[in-house]
């Protein structure tokens, strides 16, 4: 169904690479006008000219950023949450529960929690007036169950997911047709996996082992993660809110083995 997005203006965090690119790229080719946001200045750039689209850099766990963004665009349709770290960008280094440092936990927190919270709260005020919208969250397979070795990151995804609720129930309580829902990726092969999968030979066997236990086998693409945040960004999507949709292969379904084996 071709341009199910025509005349949408949406807000993408993120968008730099990755899933945030690949959704833009969706909105896009669906006929909205999208706004590309990232703190990579110049990698936003070169993925603005390829897109056609505006840019503004924006550091999402930064409060006045986000005033400085509602101040060029007070009005919005489609707001989509999707930047996000690991805390894994700058090397391995110790993320489990026992081990992980306040400072690295808390810089997780910033921007993937706040930074959502933020942009909930800038989706909100930009959509009340015409009293309807769309608010997408991305948090993550690991939002629903736990990490050990990445225990901030995995809280951090699963506060998102309860924060989409709390912002679905409230929109609907003043009456409002804004809607919030939140997509949970497994993996999803984006450059955020490169620091975790080495080079060569060892490479392979990482992606391997890394989708060993999922039903399907491999890694998803960006390109299906952004076909869910379509569906929910446009009209047809009018009675979803506070949902969460999972995309992982069949990871969470359980296992994919045969009786007896």
């Not at 950023?65 to 007070?74: C, K």
């Not at 810089?107 to 608010?135: E, P």
């Amino acid at each position: 169904m071709a341009d199910r997005m025509s005349g949408k203006f949406c807000v993408v965090t993120g968008a730099a690479r990755g899933i945030g690119k690949a959704i833009a790229k969706a909105f896009v080719d669906e006929g909205a006008t999208v706004l590309l946001t990232d703190c990579d200045e110049e990698t936003l750039g070169a993925t603005g000219e390829e897109l056609d689209c505006e840019t503004l850099v924006l550091n999402v766990q930064e409060e006045a950023e986000w005033a400085r963004l509602a101040s060029l665009y007070p009005v919005a349709d489609v707001v989509v949450n999707n930047a996000g770290v690991t805390g894994f960008e700058n090397g391995i280094g110790p993320h489990d529960p026992e081990n992980a440092s306040l400072e690295d936990w808390r810089a997780v927190h910033r921007v993937n929690l706040d930074g959502t919270f933020l942009g909930c709260r800038y989706a909100i005020r930009a959509m009340k007036a015409k009293g309807n919208g769309s608010i997408i969250n991305i948090s993550s397979r690991s939002g629903l169950v736990g990490i050990p070795g990445a225990a901030a990151y995995a809280s951090s995804k699963a506060a998102i997911r309860n924060h989409t609720k709390s912002v679905a129930l409230y929109c609907a309580q003043q009456g409002w047709q804004i809607r919030c829902n939140s997509i949970h990726p497994a993996a999803i092969m984006t450059p955020m996996w490169e620091p975790m999968l080495g080079e060569g030979a060892a490479r392979a066997e990482s992606e391997a082992a890394l989708v060993r236990d999922t039903p399907l086998r491999r890694f998803g693409k960006g390109s299906e993660v952004a076909a869910i945040a379509v569906l929910l960004a446009s009209d047809e999507a009018g009675y979803i809110t506070g949902s969460e949709l999972n995309i992982d292969g069949g990871i969470l379904a359980g296992s994919a083995a045969a009786p007896g084996s």
